[in-house]
């Protein structure tokens, strides 16, 4: 195959322990028709000297001023030859089958702009939980975030038209609200092959949220979900779900994070009042618990 099918993006950020594992993993697929490119979010660590210290000409390495995930993919999709890009965090791993699943799906599926694979999350003793079990993201992705980052694979011109969004504010948000933008304008497909893992451990950013920051996450989330045409046109009431999980989600990190009864509950009661169906979930027994010991 002479055209390059995969550009795999890695941002990182001070990733410096964890870099080179993840780019092995990715160097080490049985399907080798890809490009690698490393984007450094303005690191204050060694991140440069350990991935430079690599030596394969897949691997482009490009250093920014910081500007978060969202700005750091779309710099790395900018510079992409791939006819496909894949995204994964400096902290996560791919197994050898990632690219060589995805290209058989292609082959299958030629007209496909978004699709998404299976994954592992592994927690730092071992324990491990596998989601393998996604069907219908364009009607399910409004009822929360249930795609890794490490599993989506999107058509470069579909990414370049649809961006991530880098309003810093919406951090951690920013690839769930791209998914419901993507449902809403293309078929998104999947195969629930597990291809790749999401490794949890203490430093992970989305384990030390700036809870301050949560309210205001959450609100932008919403505006964007809700202002985009075609996704009102697409959804219709159903983005109440989407808005209703947003609101639980703050409700559940303000609990976790022991702030007042009343912030948490207010934020549990907006995503109930929204769409009602959010007691069905895990979440929200969670959250009650969280209300009770507290």
Request: glycine share 4%.
């Amino acid at each position: 195959m002479s055209e390059l099918l995969f550009s795999i993006v890695i941002p990182t950020y001070n990733r410096s322990g964890f870099i080179r594992k993840t780019i092995d993993s990715v160097l080490n697929q049985s399907f080798q028709n890809f490009e690698v490119i490393v984007v450094d979010d303005g690191s204050s660590d060694n991140t440069e000297e350990v991935v430079r210290s690599i030596n394969d000409q897949k691997i482009c390495y490009y250093k920014k001023q910081n500007g978060e995930r969202a700005a750091a993919r779309n710099f790395g999709a900018a510079f992409s030859k791939g006819h496909f890009i894949n995204f994964l965090d400096s902290d996560d791993l791919l197994y050898p089958n990632h690219l060589d699943v995805a290209t058989k799906f292609i082959e299958k599926n030629k007209t496909v702009d978004a699709f998404h694979l299976g994954y592992e999350i592994k927690n730092n003793i071992g324990d491990i939980r596998s989601i393998n079990n996604i069907r219908s993201v364009n009607n399910r992705i409004v009822n929360g975030n249930m795609l890794s980052c490490n599993g989506v694979f999107i058509r470069r011109n579909v990414l370049l038209k649809n961006p991530f969004n880098e309003d810093r504010s919406l951090s951690s948000l920013e690839d769930w609200e791209l998914w419901i933008r993507l449902s809403a304008r293309y078929l998104f497909l999947n195969d629930n092959s597990i291809t790749s893992t999401i490794v949890q451990h203490n430093s992970r950013s989305v384990m030390t949220v700036d809870i301050s920051k949560i309210k205001t996450k959450v609100d932008r989330f919403v505006h964007y979900v809700t202002n985009d045409e075609q996704n009102r046109r697409y959804y219709g009431q159903r983005l109440n779900k989407a808005v209703a999980s947003a609101f639980t989600y703050a409700s559940l990190h303000l609990a976790m994070a022991n702030e007042s009864k009343r912030e948490v509950f207010h934020y549990l009661w907006k995503g109930v009042k929204t769409y009602p169906g959010e007691i069905l979930k895990k979440r929200f027994l969670v959250i009650m618990k969280k209300l009770i010991s507290h």
